[in-house]
């Protein structure tokens, strides 16, 4: 099987292919979150050595919303252009790790972390949000190696280390009985969408 992996949800983004016994291929950049000409760079370097591909996988996060979407509508696009089937990997289940079983921890913003427990490329806990407070005694009651894709002085405890689009293809190809083939991908939201809706005498301007 033919597989293209997308991975955006960090500051280091990467671009892998996963074909049989052939010689896998990586590419690893910056992941600068309001430009993405590396990614794409790497993306049509990928397809113009190997083609199309049987399956394109993304990594859903959580992390970076706009390199998750970016991820995305590129594989979709892909897709629509293919036969190729389409799947989506919570990234945190894609780590740069030989362990079996860690956490992993992030700023999910608003003075608020979220934890994630994975156990053999799996989720088996989370991802949940946590206060800071909260988080730590979470992390005492597990002994497990610690990940983090940001620096989390808060947590000494935490290595730094990324998802890997490398990984997240073995896990597509490795769970490819468990994994469904779908048309469309949502990021993993941390929380309900905050909406602000205007108040009624701006409405009321508006509409004279």
């Known amino acids: ?115 994630a427990r994975i156990r053999d490329g799996r989720l088996a806990e989370g991802p949940s949000l946590h206060s800071s407070a909260e988080l730590e005694v979470k992390l005492t009651e597990s002994n497990v190696p610690l990940y983090a894709s940001d620096p989390l002085p808060q947590f000494p405890r935490a290595t730094l280390t990324f998802p890997s689009a490398r990984r997240l293809a073995e896990l597509a190809r490795d769970q490819a009985d468990e994994i469904a083939d779908t048309r469309s991908l949502e990021p993993i939201y941390l929380r309900e969408p905050h909406i602000t809706v205007p108040r009624a005498s701006s409405l009321t301007a508006i509409n004279r």
Not at 80 to 102: F, Q
């Open 1 to 115: 099987m033919k597989i293209l992996a997308l991975e955006l949800s960090s500051g280091q983004g990467s671009v892998a292919w996963l074909e049989n016994d052939r010689e896998p291929f990586l590419r690893i950049f910056a992941n600068d979150r309001k430009h993405s000409g590396l990614f794409f760079e790497n993306l049509q370097l990928c397809s113009r050595e190997f083609g199309a591909p049987d399956a394109i996988v993304v990594g859903l996060g959580p992390g970076s919303y706009a390199g998750v979407r970016i991820a995305i509508a590129a594989a979709v696009g892909l897709r629509a252009a293919s036969v190729a089937k389409l799947t989506g990997i919570a990234s945190v289940c894609g780590m740069d790790t030989a362990a079996p079983e860690y956490c992993v921890i992030g700023d999910a913003r608003r003075e608020s972390f979220f934890f």
